[in-house]
């Protein structure tokens, strides 16, 4: 178990998300997937310094960001296989789904007296 002393200056959720420039709410959903190390106090959740520097970490020279290095996928022609689906959903019959509004506009309408 950690002493006090061994564990530095603890930061609150807001405050850690300030440092990053996010969001609490980001903050927390870290905490949770086990990316930044927090510990409880009381009923708090804290955060120190040297958690959160240990889950910044730099790019590497010459490396693209896991966005950039994303596959790009082709655009869809006729000789793909997905093509014969193209259309195929306007030419069914109308599910009760897309009848949500009629069915809506019956019941709100007013109803005649007997």
């Known amino acids: 178990m950690k002493q006090v002393e061994d564990i530095g200056e603890l930061l609150t959720i807001s405050e850690a998300a300030r440092a990053l420039r996010v969001s609490a709410v ?11 190390r927090a510990v409880r106090v009381g009923r708090q959740v804290r955060v120190s310094k040297e958690a959160l520097a240990a889950f910044v970490k730099p790019l590497a020279k010459g490396k693209a960001s896991t ?15 997905l ?11 109308p599910t009760d789904s897309s009848r949500k509004y009629d069915y809506l506009a019956d019941t709100m309408a007013p109803q005649p007296n007997a």
């Open 67 to 81: 966005h950039a290095s994303r596959r790009r996928t082709q655009p869809l022609t006729s000789d793909d296989p």
């Open 83 to 93: 093509w014969k689906l193209v259309g195929s959903a306007t030419d069914a019959p």
């Open 26 to 36: 980001t903050v927390r959903r870290h905490i949770a997937q086990g990316e930044i």
